[in-house]
């Protein structure tokens, strides 16, 4: 069974960069779309980055210019590449996979269309982000 399991999370300071890391057992990830959401305490879920099937890759105004979805197959890993981080960018870090572009795009595109992790085909446990001096 495909797992996900998310790493790299940690405290930084603002302006800092962090790099989350997505990794599968199982399945390679090569055919499916991956992305990334985060969870914050008292906050909506927020899509942050998309990487479509084909390599199409989608950003909210939120994080566009600072955060870098890519795929690197051959560790069949999916990185998520943050920096010039604020406060504001804290929360728990979910990495999901899906057959469909179409469902895992529409979560950096409005964030009520964002599912329930196992509503996904795959996903992780979560990784802690926290930005703070």
């Known amino acids: 069974q495909l797992q996900l399991v998310e790493s790299g999370g940690g405290l930084v300071q603002p302006g800092g960069s962090l790099r989350l890391s997505c990794t599968a057992s199982?399945?390679?990830?090569?055919?499916?779309?991956i992305g990334w959401f985060r969870q914050a305490p008292g906050k909506e879920r927020e899509g942050v980055s998309c990487?479509?099937?084909?390599?199409?890759?989608t950003y909210p105004d939120s994080v566009r210019g600072r955060f870098t979805i890519s795929r690197d197959g051959a560790k069949n890993t999916v990185y998520l590449q943050m920096s010039n981080l604020r406060p504001e960018d804290t929360a728990v870090y979910y990495c999901?996979?899906?057959?469909?572009?179409?469902?895992?795009?529409?979560?950096?595109?409005?964030?009520?269309?964002?599912?329930?992790?196992?509503?996904?085909?795959?996903w992780g446990q979560g990784t802690q982000v926290t930005v703070s001096s």
């Open positions: 999901v996979a899906d057959g469909s572009d179409t469902t895992l795009r529409a979560m950096c595109e409005e964030p009520q269309r964002i599912l329930a992790l196992d509503r996904y085909d795959y």
């Open positions: 199982g399945v390679t990830l090569d055919y499916f779309a």
């Open positions: 990487l479509g099937s084909g390599g199409s890759t």
